[in-house]
């Protein structure tokens, strides 16, 4: 499985833009590149996802680089709600069916 | 909108008890994954069903097995339970299983294992 390095740690006001980098130099031409976020106490969640292009969705923003080997994601208006660790997980066609194999994540404090 | 739900929510067993973690995915999705997440970790892989079969499997311990049903609820059956085996258990489910699927996670069940 292709592998991924997220900063152990952010931080950001609230209302502010934030990015959260993630590299994955080791990437398939076939690895989708997944964002979810695990809240305190909860479950993770889906975030967001794409393959080459640029995607935009309610939650958040994901940019590609050119090159696949790395991808940022960006929460456009930080929110205390946005307080949690941020998972970047890549799935190929290794298998029929995508396990998630979950990193150290990201875990982002947002302030007041 | 229904979301999965799993159950009990809690749970607390001593060692070299059994437990069973019940899942019941969003209707109409045909995939069940199970995650385990221990104190201060990450989520980490345990076994996945589609269609009712065997899919693909993680790091399980041989004590542990689960099924998918003809209702698509899974049943995550553990025995000779371990102080190791204490943390929360994920079910997720996701519409066909493909790689490029959202899979939609549960609350979770923590187990306590005394």
């Known amino acids: 499985d292709a592998k991924t390095t997220q900063p152990n740690s952010m931080e950001s006001n609230e209302e502010e833009p934030v990015h959260l980098p993630c590299n994955h130099s080791t990437i398939s031409g076939t690895d989708y590149i997944h964002w979810y976020r695990q809240l305190p106490s909860q479950g993770p969640e889906y975030v967001i996802h794409?393959?080459?292009s640029n995607v935009n969705n309610r939650m958040a923003s994901l940019a590609i680089a050119e090159d696949r080997k790395s991808s940022t994601l960006i929460l456009h208006r930080a929110t205390l709600r946005d307080a949690a660790v941020y998972y970047c997980?890549?799935?190929?066609?290794?298998?029929?069916?995508?396990?998630?194999?979950f990193g150290t994540g990201t875990r982002l404090q947002v302030f007041p | 909108a229904a979301g999965v739900i799993q159950s009990p929510r809690h749970l607390i067993k001593e060692k070299r008890e059994t437990a069973t973690l019940k899942c019941y995915p969003i209707?109409?999705?045909?995939?069940v994954y199970w995650y385990q997440q221990g104190p201060g970790q990450d989520p980490q892989f345990l076994i996945s069903?589609?269609?009712?079969?065997?899919?693909d499997k993680g790091s399980i311990p041989d004590r542990f097995s689960a099924q998918q049903f003809s209702d698509y609820h899974s049943e995550l059956n553990m025995s000779s339970l371990e102080l190791g085996d204490s943390a929360l258990y994920f079910c997720?489910?996701?519409?066909?299983?493909?790689?490029?699927?959202?899979?939609?996670f549960g609350p979770g069940t923590r187990l306590t294992v005394l």
């Open positions: 209707p109409r999705h045909d995939t």
């Open positions: 997720a489910s996701s519409l066909n299983g493909g790689y490029t699927d959202t899979q939609y």
């Open positions: 069903f589609y269609e009712k079969m065997q899919s």
């Open positions: 997980i890549l799935s190929g066609m290794g298998s029929r069916e995508a396990k998630l194999i």
């Open positions: 794409g393959l080459t």
